[in-house]
């Protein structure tokens, strides 16, 4: 594995600094939670996968920074809250706080040099065991895929989104490991440009073909029987099995639909919500306009134009051929076949 996402350094988080992907590559270093909120919130990180493995971090880091504090219980709850404020969508976020929070409740009783160890040591391993999901998921998605498959993929799902290896583009290197041939179609993903920047840089670090086109060609690829599947990764799953994704990606799911492809939604079970009933309970994060009006500093949007830039879109649970989870794939997910998968 080529891509180090994170990683942990002299008592600090290293990021690869996603945002300058691919013309230049860089770590930048954090060391409190209020930093790794705004690396999460500016998209140095994102996918929602690394966006809960940084946020664990972000805790253990908060821990190790109030140690010698008197007011150590207030800041690590300062620390819990300005990371949950930073991206809205994803769920993993939330779940690794609380996975964190519970494992801080648990040793409470403890000094707080101790509290910081235990703290560090849970998000280590979290980081880990996403590698380990996102390797049993990739098996899984590989038996779906023939030798010599064309498959379309949207945004970024990859080692880049991840701990590690990836949930999309996790499943294409586990075809690869299998010993078959796979090529990939990558959109470019507008207005930030995941696809184009991030996934193609991916498989040529891997080595695996790789084509790129903009998001309003897939149709016609499809149309011209050059698509063989479509495998997305997701940020939330509601318990209905609706996917929230990178805006876009409704779009690519209908047109699937419509040329009968199917579309298949890579996911951990950390990244399915059971508390949110349907696609009406997500948040959908809105940012800011400067996103759409051009990239960096190139502007190419009329002064003075309304803008709206919501940053994901909601797939309904009908377009789904299947959700690959570390156990197992879940053929046309719906919410009893859900509550079956967590027991």
Not at 323 to 338: A, M
């Amino acid at each position: 594995m080529k891509i180090e996402t994170l990683r942990w350094t002299n008592n600090k988080l290293e990021m690869i600094d996603q945002r300058i992907l691919p013309a230049s590559f860089k770590y930048l270093s954090y060391d409190s939670a209020a930093s790794i909120a705004e690396g999460i919130r500016s998209m140095v990180v994102r996918g929602a996968p690394a966006i809960g493995v940084a946020a664990a971090y972000g805790v253990a880091l908060e821990a190790l920074r109030q140690q010698a504090s008197a007011e150590f219980n207030a800041g690590m709850e300062a620390g819990f809250k300005v990371l949950a404020t930073s991206r809205p969508t994803a769920v993993n976020l939330f779940w690794a706080l609380q996975r964190m929070r519970e494992v801080w409740q648990g040793v409470a009783t403890q000094a707080p040099q101790q509290v910081a160890q235990r703290l560090l040591a849970e998000a280590q391993e979290i980081h880990a065991e996403d590698i380990r999901i996102n390797k049993a998921m990739g098996a899984f998605g590989a038996e779906l895929l023939p030798d010599g498959a064309r498959v379309l993929t949207h945004c970024n799902a990859g080692a880049l989104a991840t701990a590690g290896w990836g949930t999309a583009l996790g499943v294409f290197r586990s075809v690869v490991e299998a010993g078959k041939k796979i090529s990939v179609i990558a959109d470019e993903t507008r207005p930030f440009l995941q696809g184009a920047r991030l996934t193609a840089w991916e498989m040529v670090q891997e080595n695996i073909p790789v084509t790129l086109i903009t998001d309003n060609m897939a149709g016609h690829l499809m149309a011209h029987d050059e698509i063989d599947a479509v495998v997305v990764g997701t940020d939330r799953v509601a318990a209905n099995g609706d996917v929230a994704n990178k805006i876009g990606t409704y779009m690519v799911a209908v047109l699937a639909q419509r040329h009968h492809i199917p579309f298949y939604v890579a996911c951990p079970l950390s990244t399915i919500d059971m508390n949110i009933a349907s696609s009406a309970d997500i948040p959908i994060e809105e940012r800011s306009p400067d996103e759409v009006k051009g990239f960096r500093d190139c502007h190419w949007a009329a002064e003075g134009v309304q803008i709206r830039n919501p940053a994901f879109d909601v797939t309904p649970a009908e377009l789904v051929s299947a959700l690959i989870t570390e156990k197992g794939v879940i053929h046309r997910p719906d919410r009893d076949k859900l509550r079956a998968l967590f027991g």
